[in-house]
């Protein structure tokens, strides 16, 4: 089987770039705010084959290619490369100078990931590559989603067209006569009205009556169309991801069904090319979603090649001399979602890939620790956490915990790919690290982790901190119990009102036991939006707002999302706590099945593992476990350990108690 | 006045590519073999302008642009941007995705070098600019050579059509019916009739009588056309640089002045987009050529733009990992180069932007060092020199010698930037690897420097070292005699066959006061391509080679490049010794006049300066300087010094001895 291949990463990186370049707004090009990069433009593509008896590969490249065998030039241009018999090392230089250089054979030696690439002439890489291009018409550089015509649902009394639920795609329209003409996009009906005041129109001009144009892809539930259109000749081309979903929840709470599945949809619609944040803005790649995301990815879609063309085009070329997304948190979400790939699905084939980048982002942080080893935010850095307002200054004990956690998991990491003497170091600098945060940041008074100290002071209290420190196992039961009670469920730490941090407190929560909390805030606060008549979960929402200041954010009336991935994360919790299926050694090599009724009378479902899935189904009377998943399970339901045995191929494996 | 701008160096570098990339050899592209890199996608253009009253700018983009003034997105798209009175800064971000982010206003605020450029929305650096975009429809993505319609100079009686000369250019021919055609190029007659074992050839086919092809740009003197097509009918574009050269030589010796002239010619053709090796063969740039080109630049074309678009597109992109064309010594060619072209044209802009560059150069450098402290070729590194056969193993006293001329001109630059503590460190590490040079390589017995240490042992006599060391003025008076005697002038170290090296053989000589027996050489050598009916300087040249010997390289019975820049030398001595021009301060601030007759009983020419010019003319009665240069001259003759005033303006200062 042949593959296109490329060096590694760089169409992740390139097709970042087309994507990003998508977003508009305000009828402008929104530029991208981080550096963006370009891949290489000269890569040298070699490997060893050995043939019995002489052959012949069929040549396609994305640019110029220069093929020598055992260093000797090939004798003359050709489609056709004469390959000797024996051992022999074919080497296909390809140039591209208006994009990426990538090279396709077929024949008796097929390009693969057993290729090598390089550009430098001396360090040469395992080559990248995509099952998505198999073959020499599907090349990388066409690469687009596939798309499906639909009508309308319905015309509203205003004049607008609506598509029924939130929908990306491509409107298009036929024209009655000449004339210029104007398309208004709205997540809501107020803003396809609002004119110029909404995020994204399109505007141009008919030359005459039945002309079709087709609009930029653009996210949208309503439609308001001026100029020489029949407002029933306008459709969409939908854009679709074309994954399977291979993930299942149910219960007897029909809120909770709703919004699992207006989650789910969510998911879907910011599942494209990568893990974005959202469909209408900003369209772009950000590590904090794409670490939620990569969660739920785990809990529904199971891709793993959307997951890693995420992180490696978020990860970009080097030198790494800004942190990702140009905020120092993400950077550290970056590194813990690679893990998390890394753990799900037991393929350390990234990983391998992906250390070097990792090594050198972790350089790049330790240059800026203070005096006691903390990572402070520096002028060049935006220091995120959460939209809400608090003081950023100084160090925070939340980059603490993020940082904790990357190391570890870079200590991890370094053990996978045999660099030891890096492991012994990273782990001193968590175990160090770890030290520090509770001797400065543990309040004995308040019996939780503060916000920060800033001047010499520690001070404030804010969850952010204390939610990620239960969440990655960093304190001892007794510190996690005092952190449950004097933050996550005390009064006096600000509430949170965005959806992506919001997440990580419902995941701390359900890890500390108190699924029936976790469920009373999701049916609340997610449940608050579908009541708002939400089709897909949106970026912020803060009920106590009223009226089109929902829809209001940055400064403008449309600015928020209404359709943000960040907001999913029912979909992990569901499969996570409810179903309560997780790996406990990478890629399923051991699993356990913990489901949580949480006082309902049933759950059922199912998730997926790397091959095959895990089917739950869970009442007061007892669980059964259908699994075609072939690590060691183990069943655990009120106090008891029952084990799965690994599938071997054939019907499930079913498991009762 | 209004220029397109964009990242500091990303023309150049995407510029390079685009060159590179038209190398064809054997009917194949032929990639570069170095990491070739792409310039940046999203760039953001800041300014903070002060308008007295409201204004506006018309705005042209490569790419897609997004335009804010004080942080605050402008209303809508449009080409106009309404500027409020005040002082307010504007930022346009640009991205591309498929080439050059580049921008140019024109208004009431107009880009040029006054703006900053960022790509990672916090390193604001100048931006870069060239007055060759001054227009909006001259813009950078566009850019090429200007080419002129030229007939052939003759037709020769074996069928072949002879531009009379070397040429560059695109070949134009017209068919006479339908047919595939073949056409083949020579730079001499033998390789135009060779068939496919030339390099260079371009296949096509014919679909009906009276169709015109344009080639692609090629190397020739003689084409042959193979297919229907009335070779009268044969035609070419000639491309050309556009550059006004503004030296001059004669003198009474025909001879030498048409060497002059052939090496002018040379210098000419090399003269492209950047300096280039050569024009059928590579077609690249290299730092060891473009060093040569900048040093013959000061005394021909004197036009930096050339010089520094070459010296920032061979640099490339961060992160240094590998040196520049994968070469050791052209690491330091090329620093040695960037400071060259400060001296001469005293203009330190390029050193601000390279100097972080040349930094993270020579760190990379240094990450190599041997125990004492000297440099050595790793089996990453090509360690190139020459291509006379040699040891290139261990501690090579030519790399030693080329590293701390380079560790000299950082701390000289560190000084330019005001960067104190590496001024220091430079200047400590230049002076140790000095005295260690000396105390290992300088062989008492022999009274020269030594070619290697290997295993411990000092061994070997070549003339790189001695002749480096001797032009870069690292010898005491006492070494320089020694080495002039004991290797230059000596016959038991190996002759050099490259008009490269034999380059810095005659400038060595030079400056030892020897300028007779380099004309003699000069003669011999360059002179003896002449005979053989040169009407460019070879790449090579072997006076004991015969016949189609000449014509091989590479194992390839024409791989060697009859026009190769490297060559063209004479152009570069005969200005600076025996018209004897030199600065003596950056940018001709203070300048010298030295002529040389070297026997002859008169030199006459001119010398360009970076504001005016400066001729002489010498006989054995006197000498007679005309300049129109600002700085202060010495006019030295004769072993009097006589001074030449500041040119104020008006007619040229006319000196007299």
Redo the contacts between chains.
């Keep these: 089987m042949a593959y296109w291949i490329w060096f590694p990463h760089d169409f992740e990186i390139?097709l970042r770039?087309?994507v990003?370049?998508r977003r508009?707004?305000?009828?402008?090009?929104?530029?991208?705010?981080?550096?963006?990069?370009?891949?290489?433009?000269?890569?040298?593509f070699q490997k060893t084959y050995t043939l019995d008896r002489a052959g012949s590969a069929r040549l396609y490249a994305q640019?110029?290619?220069?093929?020598c065998i055992d260093g000797v030039?090939?004798?003359?241009?050709s489609d056709r490369i004469a390959l000797p018999a024996g051992t022999h090392t074919l080497n296909v230089?390809?140039?591209?100078?208006?994009?990426l250089?990538a090279l396709y054979l077929e024949g008796d030696v097929e390009t693969d990931g057993s290729f090598l690439a390089c550009?430098?002439?001396?360090?040469f890489l395992p080559c990248g590559w995509s099952a998505l291009f198999d073959a020499p018409e599907r090349r990388p550089m066409d690469y687009r989603l596939p798309t499906r015509r639909v009508r309308p649902a319905g015309y509203t009394p205003e004049g607008l067209i609506d598509f029924g639920r939130e929908v990306f795609g491509f409107v298009r329209m036929t024209s009655t006569s000449a004339g210029p003409y104007c398309v208004f996009y709205g997540e809501s009906a107020q803003e396809a009205l609002a004119g110029?005041r909404g995020e994204t129109w399109d505007e141009g001009r008919f030359e005459a009556a039945g002309e079709t144009v087709r609009l930029p892809s653009r996210a949208m539930r309503y439609v308001r169309v001026a100029g020489p259109v029949d407002e029933k000749s306008v459709e969409m081309d939908l854009e679709y991801n074309g994954l399977a979903w291979r993930a299942a929840f149910s219960c007897e709470d029909e809120r909770l069904e709703a919004i699992y599945k207006v989650s789910a949809y969510t998911m879907e619609l910011c599942t494209r090319e990568f893990f974005l944040d959202g469909i209408k803005r900003d369209r772009w790649v950000w590590a904090g979603d794409a670490l939620q995301s990569v969660m739920m990815n785990h809990y529904s879609y199971f891709d793993s090649a959307t997951a890693r063309r995420t992180l490696a085009a978020l990860r970009g070329r080097?030198?790494f001399?800004?942190h990702i997304n140009?905020i120092l948190d993400y950077t550290f979400y970056w590194i813990i979602a690679v893990w998390e790939d890394y753990f799900f699905t037991g393929d350390s084939a990234f990983i391998q890939s992906m250390y070097a980048k990792m090594v050198s982002a972790m350089n790049y942080t330790r240059a800026f620790l203070s005096a006691d080893g903390f990572v402070v935010g520096q002028k060049?850095d935006w220091v995120f956490v959460d939209w809400a307002p608090m003081s950023k200054e100084g160090e925070l004990c939340f980059e603490q915990v993020l940082m904790w956690k990357a190391l570890t998991i870079l200590s991890q990491c370094a053990q996978l790919v045999g660099a030891e003497a890096d492991r012994e170091r990273y782990c001193a600098e968590a175990d160090a690290l770890r030290s520090g945060i509770f001797k400065v940041f543990w309040d004995e008074k308040k019996g939780t982790l503060a916000h920060q100290r800033l001047e010499g002071v520690v001070q404030g209290h804010t969850r952010y901190a204390p939610m990620f420190a239960l969440m990655y196992g960093m304190l001892d039961e007794d510190k996690a119990r005092a952190v449950i009670q004097n933050t996550l469920l005390a009064e006096d730490a600000p509430v949170i009102t965005t959806p992506y941090m919001r997440f990580y407190e419902m995941e701390a929560l359900m890890r500390a036991g108190k699924a029936r909390e976790v469920l009373r805030e999701v049916k609340d606060y997610w449940g608050g939006m579908l009541d708002l008549g939400a089709t897909s979960i949106w970026e912020q929402f803060d009920p106590t707002e009223e009226g089109d200041a929902h829809y209001a954010m940055y400064g403008r009336p449309f600015g928020r999302s209404l359709c943000h991935c960040w907001g999913a994360g029912p979909v992990y919790l569901f499969g996570r706590y409810l179903l309560g299926v997780s790996p406990t050694e990478p890629g399923y090599a051991a699993y356990e099945v913990r489901p949580e009724l949480a006082g309902m009378r049933h759950v059922r479902g199912k998730v997926p593992a790397p091959q095959g899935e895990i089917a739950v189904e869970a009442t007061e009377a007892g669980v059964t476990v259908r699994s075609t998943c072939k690590g060691r399970g183990t069943l655990i339901w009120k106090g008891e350990s029952v084990p799965i045995p690994a599938w071997q191929g054939g019907e499930a494996v079913v498991v009762r108690v």
Excluded at 73 to 77: G, I, K, V, Y
Excluded at 119 to 123: F, L, T, W
């Design positions: 390139d770039a087309k990003e370049m508009e707004e305000h009828g402008m090009t929104c530029p991208s705010i981080w550096r963006m990069d370009a891949p290489g433009r000269a890569i040298a640019g110029g290619a220069y093929v030039s090939a004798p003359d241009r230089a390809v140039m591209n100078p208006n994009g250089p550009e430098n002439n001396v360090d110029k080097e030198p001399n800004q140009t060049r």
